[in-house]
């Protein structure tokens, strides 16, 4: 790793009781990045902010910033700024005293407060509220004022806890942007906790997966959507379709034998290390192919056998839930097929992920998807 990056974790642990919440951190960050922080409740991504915050000590490890170790500075003494989830905002304070409040803290001249909070409301777009208390501003309105308060003490680096959760799904689509934006501008480093896959995707330079309190993968938006270290991850991103094929390896190619729900296919290997038997094998249900049963289908990939259980339409495409053996699996078409139609489900290679198998499932079956929420 560089000895030069700008915020350095050196195999951070932290531990609540005899819960271990982070284990073995490693994580670098260069001046000016935007780094997401990614993963369901409990995997440690907030402890994590909190930890690089002051709020939190590490059992173990270190933290740097410009080669100066700040492990265990309390948080005024670390150059950054707290966005919380809730705002966090006086509310008995105006736009104006909620920016300037750490101006205040830190003795500035009322003056250069004055001149700052101005400056702040402008890049924002809250000139014309500073009069106003929070009560009486939108919630884009309140997180933008939650904002101006951790840029007005010009920090070295911005921490965002969730501060786009409480926002509704219009307004957050639009501050997402706005965000993202006014950090490129400003050229400010950022670390972003949040669960929503969509948003890491959008903001982020860089996005590092937490699972169970270790680092799953880490790498650009892209790497991690396409390219995913592990079925967990790949899950994550969106490929919660599982299914369980039988093959080898041969050459650069893994060959998937024929089955009683799937015909023979053929995947690149890509430099995934995979076994002869059975492999785990998960993709998007946006990624799927639906043809009726006469359709002769070609190309690399695997396709599969069965039918339309249900059909429900989310916008913009048709859902289908798809009987293939005795299992379900999800997938997206253009047009509705009918519930008990026929069907054959195509998905192309480079939308499969494959994955040595975990346990000594049976070949060529089919494992249950749950039903969950698959982020657009």
């Known amino acids: ?3 030069r990056a700008f915020l ?24 000016g990045e935007f780094v997401a922080l990614l ?20 059992s173990s490890g270190s933290v740097s910033v410009r080669r100066r170790e ?89 921490l965002l806890d969730e501060p786009l959760s409480n926002l509704d799904a219009r ?12 950090q490129k501008r400003l050229g400010i480093t950022a670390v972003h906790v949040t669960h929503d896959r969509e948003e890491a995707m959008v903001m982020a330079d860089r996005i590092v997966i937490l699972n169970a309190g ?7 938006p892209e790497d991690v959507y396409n390219r995913p270290a592990s079925a967990f991850v790949a899950a994550f991103m969106g490929a919660e379709n599982v299914i369980s094929l039988n093959g080898a390896p041969q050459g650069s190619d893994f060959l998937i034998e024929a089955g009683p729900s799937n015909a023979a296919g053929r995947v690149a290997l890509m430099g995934r290390d995979l076994a002869q038997g059975v492999v785990e094998a998960r993709f998007r249900p946006e990624a799927a192919q639906i043809h009726p049963a006469e359709t002769a289908v070609v190309g690399p990939g695997v396709t599969l056998e069965g039918e339309i259980a249900a059909v429900s ?35 192309p290679a480079d939308a499969l992920f494959l994955f040595n198998s975990p346990g000594s499932q049976p070949a060529n079956t089919i494992s249950r998807v749950l039903p969950g929420k698959v982020h657009a």
């Open 313 to 347: 339409y989310p916008g913009g495409h048709w859902r289908h839930a798809v009987h293939v053996g005795d299992r379900e699996i999800m997938a997206d078409a253009s047009r509705a097929f009918g519930p008990g139609e026929r069907v054959r489900v195509h998905v």
């Open 171 to 182: 307004i957050r689509l639009s501050v997402r942007h706005e965000l993202r934006a006014l």
């Open 1 to 3: 790793m560089s000895q």
């Open 214 to 220: 270790r680092i799953a993968q880490q790498g650009t």
């Open 70 to 158: 700040v492990t265990h500075l309390p948080p005024d003494k670390r150059g950054m700024a707290l966005v919380f989830q809730s705002y966090a905002l006086w509310p008995h304070m105006t736009v104006a005293q909620n920016i300037g409040y750490g101006l205040k803290l830190k003795k500035v001249q009322r003056s250069e407060i004055d001149s700052r909070v101005a400056a702040m409301q402008s890049l924002l777009g809250l000139d014309g509220l500073g009069a106003r208390k929070p009560a009486a501003l939108s919630g884009g309105q309140r997180q933008r004022v939650a904002l101006g308060r951790a840029l007005a003490v010009d920090p070295e680096i911005l």
């Open 39 to 58: 993963g369901s409740s409990g995997c440690g991504k907030t402890t994590l902010l909190r930890v690089l915050a002051g709020f939190v000590t590490p």
């Open 8 to 31: 350095e974790l050196r195999s951070v642990a932290c531990r609540y009781g005899n819960t271990q919440v982070l284990e073995d951190i490693d994580l670098n960050i260069e001046r």
